[in-house]
């Protein structure tokens, strides 16, 4: 059973920077996907970054160029650093792992992100 474990979350006046980390309990095996999920009140969880074992990154459009995603694979932790952060980016972040072979997935439980002035 692996467990992800997100830290980093808070409140954050509009223009800030906020890093996440996900702490990951065991090493994941090769091809794997790590992602960051959000999710507002009222709206659906929607996927904001994700990064492949190749090393392969990828954004919604929404983040493009304020977020990035990042992973310390001695420490086994992914981080999302978060710059120019808007009102709009205010939700739960959760963290995602999901192992191609076998096709399993794992959860985090989530950290809230608050952007306000």
């Known amino acids: 059973q692996v467990q992800l474990v997100e830290s980093g979350g808070g409140l954050v006046q509009p223009g800030g920077s906020l890093t996440l980390s996900c702490a990951v309990s065991?090493?994941?095996?090769r091809p794997w996907l790590m992602q960051w999920y959000r999710q507002a009140p009222g709206k659906q969880r929607e996927?904001?970054?994700?990064?492949?074992?190749?090393?392969?990154?990828k954004y919604a459009d929404s983040v493009q160029d304020r977020f990035t995603i990042s992973r310390e694979d001695a420490w086994n932790t992914v981080y999302l650093h978060m710059n120019s952060l808007k009102p709009e980016d205010t939700a739960v972040y959760y963290c995602?792992?999901?192992?191609?072979?076998?096709?399993?997935?794992?959860w985090g439980q989530g950290t809230q992100v608050t952007v306000s002035s």
């Open positions: 995602r792992s999901y192992q191609f072979v076998g096709e399993t997935e794992y």
């Open positions: 065991a090493s994941l095996s």
């Open positions: 996927s904001v970054a994700s990064i492949f074992s190749s090393g392969v990154t």
